[in-house]
Antibody, heavy 118, light 109 residues
Framework: EVQLVESGGGLVQPGRSLRLSCTAS????????MSWFRQAPGKGLEWVGF??????????EYAASVKGRFTISRDDSKSIAYLQMNSLKTEDTAVYYC?????????WGQGTLVTVSS | EIVLTQSPATLSLSPGERATLSCRAS??????LAWYQQKPGQAPRLLIY???NRATGIPARFSGSGSGTDFTLTISSLEPEDFAVYYC???????????FGQGTRLEIK
C-alpha cells in the first residue's frame, strides 16, 4: 500500500523556521519527483516547489512566493522528502501536502497544518 | 506566470446530469493540463493528466479535452460522490512553474 505521511507541522512565530518531513512507503521513492503544495484555510491550491528524481538531476524548482526562503531536499536511502521553511510569514499558514509524481501517477499525503502566528 | 481561469465558480446540478467544467489559460500550455477533485477534509485526487488521459482508477464518466488555452472536464452522468471542488492545473517547463485555477464547486441542486 502506498503511503505518504507528512510530519513536523505546528504553530510557529513569524520569522522562525520549521522543517516538514514526508515519509514514503509502498513505491520506489527514488524514481519519483517529490512536490510540495499548500492550501491556506478555505482557499485554493498553491504549488510550493519540487525536487526531481536523481535520474533527472535531483534539481529543485520553487514558486516565486517561497523562493529564497524554502528549500526542498530528499534522502532516497530513507524514502523521505523535506521542506525546510525559513523566515516564515503569516501568509505561509496552510496545510502542506507532499506528492510523489511520475508519468501521470501521483501519490498524496494527507497534509500537515502549519500555522504562522505570534 | 500563467493564469488559469475556471468557470463557472459554482455549478449546481442533479445526480444523473452531465457536468461541463471549463479552464482557460492566459497563454498556451500545450496539453500540460491536469484536473483534480477535492472533497472536504481530503487531499486532492488526480483525475486527468495531459489534458485527456484518465489517471489510474478514475471512472470512465470523467473525461478531459482541449489543448492550447481552452480545456474542459466533462462528467457524463453525475454520481452522488462526484459533488466536490475541481481544480485545473498547468505545468510549464520554462520558467518551471505549476499553477492552479481557483476551482469550480460542483454542488447538488
Amino acid at each position: 500500500e502506498v503511503q505518504l505521511v507528512e510530519s513536523g507541522g505546528g504553530l510557529v512565530q513569524p520569522g522562525r523556521s520549521l522543517r516538514l518531513s514526508c515519509t514514503a512507503s509502498g513505491f520506489t521513492f527514488g524514481d519519483y519527483a517529490m512536490s510540495w503544495f499548500r492550501q491556506a484555510p478555505g482557499k485554493g491550491l498553491e504549488w510550493v516547489g519540487f525536487i526531481r528524481s536523481k535520474a533527472y538531476g535531483g534539481t529543485t524548482e520553487y514558486a516565486a512566493s517561497v523562493k529564497g526562503r524554502f528549500t526542498i531536499s530528499r534522502d532516497d536511502s530513507k524514502s523521505i522528502a523535506y521542506l525546510q521553511m525559513n523566515s516564515l510569514k503569516t501568509e505561509d499558514t496552510a496545510v502542506y501536502y507532499c506528492i510523489g509524481e511520475r508519468d501521470g501517477v501521483d501519490y498524496w499525503g494527507q497534509g500537515t497544518l502549519v500555522t504562522v502566528s505570534s | 506566470e500563467i493564469v488559469l481561469t475556471q468557470s463557472p465558480a459554482t455549478l449546481s446540478l442533479s445526480p444523473g446530469e452531465r457536468a461541463t467544467l471549463s479552464c482557460r489559460a492566459s497563454q498556451s500550455v500545450s496539453s500540460y493540463l491536469a484536473w483534480y477533485q477535492q472533497k472536504p477534509g481530503q487531499a486532492p485526487r488526480l483525475l486527468i493528466y495531459d489534458a485527456s488521459n484518465r489517471a489510474t482508477g478514475i471512472p470512465a464518466r470523467f473525461s478531459g479535452s482541449g489543448s492550447g488555452t481552452d480545456f474542459t472536464l466533462t462528467i457524463s452522468s453525475l454520481e452522488p460522490e462526484d459533488f466536490a471542488v475541481y481544480y485545473c492545473q498547468q505545468r510549464s517547463n520554462w520558467p518551471p512553474e505549476i499553477t492552479f485555477g481557483q476551482g469550480t464547486r460542483l454542488e447538488i441542486k
